[in-house]
């Protein structure tokens, strides 16, 4: 069975732009997780999916948004990109909702210059 | 604020030792507990999940939760350069995981 996958896998963009990060979750599962990781603030939760409704969001701006579509694969998109938002964007998928084991995607990198 | 705290560590242990690592956590309606291993620039590897008190073992690993301390643990037995790696504790209740952010552990052959 294929793992979670993500694209891109890397992305280098200029502050004020938007970016959109695809996720395609393990087949059969029906929720995804997305979660920044930095360095020092090590994994946040952003937000969760399931049947393309957003069951829960983390303490992040209203810059960051997300969908979920009826395949289950999931897009998560930042409008007016700051230097702070460079970091490791990683998704997760699990069966169903919850806190039932999330399997990671391979991440998208994302720089902000 | 539900938090997950960690020793981050490094945590250096020789080839062949007993790795131990530990996290607490503050929210008492956590449910489920898992480890995660990372290594330097890769995802999270879902290694071990426990949800009732107790140890469970699988292969060189045993996780330890103890709901009334609010403690987790995880031993790796025998442990093998290749640990070496960043080790992520989460806890989650009836929503979202929160992650600890996590123990360095170095293993020297």
């Known amino acids: 069975k294929a793992g979670v996958t993500q694209t891109p896998r890397y992305l280098i963009k200029t502050r004020g732009q938007q970016v959109t990060l695809s996720c395609s979750p393990i087949s059969g599962h029906r929720s995804v997780s997305w979660y920044q990781q930095t360095p020092g603030q090590g994994l946040q939760f952003l937000f969760e999916?399931?049947?393309?409704?957003?069951?829960n969001k983390g303490n992040f701006p209203g810059r960051f948004s997300g969908r979920q579509f009826s395949n289950s694969r999931s897009e998560m998109n930042v409008s007016t990109l700051e230097l702070g938002d460079s970091a490791l964007y990683l998704c997760?998928?699990?069966?169903?909702?919850?806190?039932?084991?999330?399997?990671f995607g391979p991440g998208t990198r994302l720089t902000v210059t | 604020q539900k938090e997950v705290e960690q020793n981050s560590g490094p945590l250096s242990v020789p080839e062949g030792a007993i790795a131990s690592l530990n996290c607490t956590y503050s929210?008492?309606?956590?449910?489920?507990f898992f480890w995660y291993r990372q290594y330097s620039g890769k995802s999270p590897e879902l290694i071990m999940s426990i949800y009732s008190n107790g140890d469970k073992e699988d292969g060189r690993f045993t996780a330890q939760l103890n709901k009334a301390s609010q403690y987790v643990s995880l031993l790796i037995r025998d442990s093998q350069p290749s640990d070496s790696a960043t080790y992520l504790c989460a806890c989650g209740g009836y929503s979202t995981l929160t992650f600890g952010k996590g123990t360095m552990l170095l293993v020297s052959p």
């Open positions: 997760a998928s699990s069966l169903d909702p919850g806190t039932y084991e999330q399997y």
């Open positions: 999916y399931f049947s393309e409704t957003q069951r």
């Open positions: 929210d008492r309606g956590s449910q489920s």
